[in-house]
């Protein structure tokens, strides 16, 4: 019943842009805190991005001034804009939903299957 679809990646040469959708089903979006991970093969997972359900948006170091999170409430989706690729950005890219129960440690935690994005001349 939950779902967090990603979609958009592909191959794209650096210096180019691409943008990241995640569509979100089976729980009540405007309560969750999304965020983009991404993965490359031999490294661990990187925490990308992350805009809160009130909008605040914070970003990894190696995409700031590249990178833009944002999400739609009418359609349910998560976006993530990427600008000025560079190959060390070629990784999976996975959308992560999170909420954490009022007045209790109880987190709700939803991952998407991921979608693939290399850059590449």
């Known amino acids: 019943q939950v779902q967090l679809v990603e979609s958009g990646g592909g191959v794209v040469q650096p210096g180019g842009s691409l943008r990241l959708s995640c569509a979100a089903s089976g729980f009540t979006f405007s309560s969750y805190a999304m965020s983009w991970y991404r993965q490359a093969p031999g490294k661990q997972r990187e925490l990308v991005a992350t805009?809160?359900?009130?909008?605040?948006?914070t970003y990894a170091d190696s995409v700031k001034g590249r990178f833009t999170i944002s999400r739609d409430s009418a359609k349910n989706t998560v976006y993530l804009q990427m600008n000025s690729l560079k190959p060390e950005d070629t990784a999976v890219y996975y959308c992560n939903a999170r909420m954490r129960v009022t007045y209790t440690n109880y987190e709700i935690d939803y991952w998407g299957q991921g979608t693939q994005v290399t850059v590449s001349s």
């Open positions: 805009i809160t359900r009130f909008g605040r948006t």
